[in-house]
């Protein structure tokens, strides 16, 4: 650290850092001037990655993506602060993979797994994002604050149909770990056993809920007799769409379901997959009435907060 950089972080942010440090009190004139671009460094720093440690999955930015250095699927609701270290298998010093393809979209995934992790015996250090070394340059920052300039002028691409129906979706008042499972489910990235087996894992491809059909995204969240008979239960009305994708019958859903009747069925959809890893991992089933009285139970302070309630009742059997 130079005796410049000592100086300010004595004075400004003697127990954080730039990152988050704050105007405080007679601020000089240069120290105003490094927060007024505080914002475009976040964006421009990048982690060179070492031991992993200290680079926080959802918060730091170590991908090469070229739009984004930081993964684009939603942090994890039970891992919030992750490391990336989470992501290592630390007996044999590779990426775990199963976790990072659990854990993220097939475009994070195969970004991560590409990534050599040749420097583990290092700590992590910060370099400049715009410089392919690295390095910083005033020539790379100027380039770098113009195309955030132009980014900024062009605004975001609306035409889309994709970039409509996900900046709706991210609108959808319910849970953030039921949004993070239902992006996975929209973009066929759930692991189910047809999903496994295209890895060429080793497993039987019938559904674990039910064993009769091949496990598909679409089967285990929809035909499949499991998800039918909760959603009879809570009195969501089936619609036929054996031929639809995830996405065709979740559109199909949203138009027709009113609002509080749509969370619900988003919600049991959830807690179905649930029950079908608790299954997997050998632990005690339960019925499709508990899984709506779960459902429910689930859903109801989040709708007495908004001033719904819901009225059904769960039959006892």
Known sequence: ?????KVYKAKYFSNGDYSTSTLGPKPSFTWRSLLSVRDIMKRAIRWKIGDLRTIR?????????????????????????????????EDIGTWNILKVRSWFFNVDSEEILKMPLNNLNQADSIIWGPHPKGIF?????????????????????????????????????ISGKIKHFLWKALNNNLPTTNK????????????????????TVMHVLHPCSFTQEVNRILKITYMNGREMEFQDLFELKWDRLPPDRFRTWLTSLWMVWHQRNQRVHGEPRRSTEEIA???LSFMAPQEASSGKKQEIRVPNF
């Open 57 to 89: 999955i959802w918060e730091n930015n170590w991908l090469e993506h070229t739009w984004s250095r930081m993964p684009i699927t939603p942090d994890l609701d039970d891992f919030p602060s992750a490391t990336v270290s989470d992501l290592i298998d």
């Open 1 to 5: 650290m130079s005796p410049l950089a």
């Open 196 to 215: 496994l087996r295209q890895r060429k894992v080793d497993i039987q491809p019938t559904c674990i809920l039910y064993g009769t059909h091949e496990e």
């Open 137 to 173: 340059t005033v020539k790379t920052t100027y380039e770098f604050i113009h195309t955030l300039s132009q980014e900024a002028s062009l605004g975001p691409t609306t035409s889309n149909p994709q970039h409509t129906f996900y900046k709706r979706f991210w609108k959808i008042k």
């Open 293 to 295: 009285e779960s459902t």
